[in-house]
């Protein structure tokens, strides 16, 4: 049984920071690309962003300069770092492991809620 477990969201205001991490097996991490995706309500899942094991990352562009991804091999720990979060980044973010060769090949963490308010 895979598990990816998120932690790390909560409340805050805007032009604040917060920390999500997402740790997973050792025998996914070391295959798998990682990454974040968002979700707000009445709103499609969206990626934010995404790192191979190979370091190459992936941003969406309203998050790009604000928001970076990490990878720690040694804790199999991906980590999102958000920097002058703004209200329209309030969502549950889901942390995700895919395939690099196999789309079909997916895990999804249960998801931890971003509330971005004064």
């Known amino acids: 049984q895979v598990q990816l477990v998120e932690s790390g969201g909560g409340l805050v205001q805007p032009g604040g920071s917060l920390r999500l991490s997402c740790t997973t097996s050792g025998s996914i991490f070391s295959i798998y690309t990682m990454g974040w995706y968002r979700q707000a309500p009445g709103k499609q899942r969206d990626l934010v962003a995404s790192?191979?094991?190979?370091?190459?990352?992936n941003y969406l562009d309203s998050v790009k300069g604000r928001f970076t991804i990490g990878r720690d091999g040694a804790q199999n720990t991906v980590y999102l770092q958000m920097n002058d979060l703004k209200p329209e980044d309030s969502a549950v973010y889901y942390c995700?492991?895919?395939?690099?060769?196999?789309?079909?090949?997916?895990?999804w963490g249960r998801g931890t809620q971003v509330t971005v308010s004064s």
């Open positions: 995700n492991a895919r395939h690099p060769s196999d789309s079909s090949q997916g895990y």
């Open positions: 790192a191979t094991t190979s370091g190459r990352t």
